[in-house]
């Protein structure tokens, strides 16, 4: 039997640090890949994370993902409640399951969710 793959979700502000992400990161248990918007995933702060962490880095499309948190903001902007939170339950896909709902790093750049499920 297969152990559940974990999948931190990441969503950040313009002008987020690597230090702001780690900050987000640091709220959750380690992942086994990082995932985010695909406009998002292609920032360096982003691909410098994950190379940092030494983690697989998945892009998904986040928009119409319902997510238990709902932010007014990033619903008009990004078409979901929590991009942290729908690119962690896309990059599972079918069956994912949010094990940490959205947690926000102590700077308020960025913010990480967890989720859990099969292998992709």
Avoid: N, Q, W, Y
Wanted: net charge neutral; proline share 7%.
């Amino acid at each position: 039997m297969e152990l559940a793959v974990k999948v931190a979700g990441l969503g950040l502000r313009a002008g987020a640090s690597l230090g702001s992400l780690l900050g987000a990161l640091e709220l959750l248990e380690r992942p086994d890949a990082l995932a985010t918007s695909h406009g998002r995933a292609r920032l360096p702060v982003i691909a410098e994370l994950a190379r940092i962490l030494g983690l697989p880095l998945i892009a998904v499309d986040v928009a119409g993902i319902e997510t238990p948190t709902r932010s007014a903001r990033v619903l008009a902007l990004c078409a979901t409640g929590s991009v942290a939170e729908a690119a962690a339950v896309a990059a599972l896909g079918r069956g994912a399951r949010i094990t940490c709902p959205r947690v926000i790093s102590p700077d308020r750049m960025a913010s990480a969710a967890l989720a859990e499920g099969d292998p992709p």
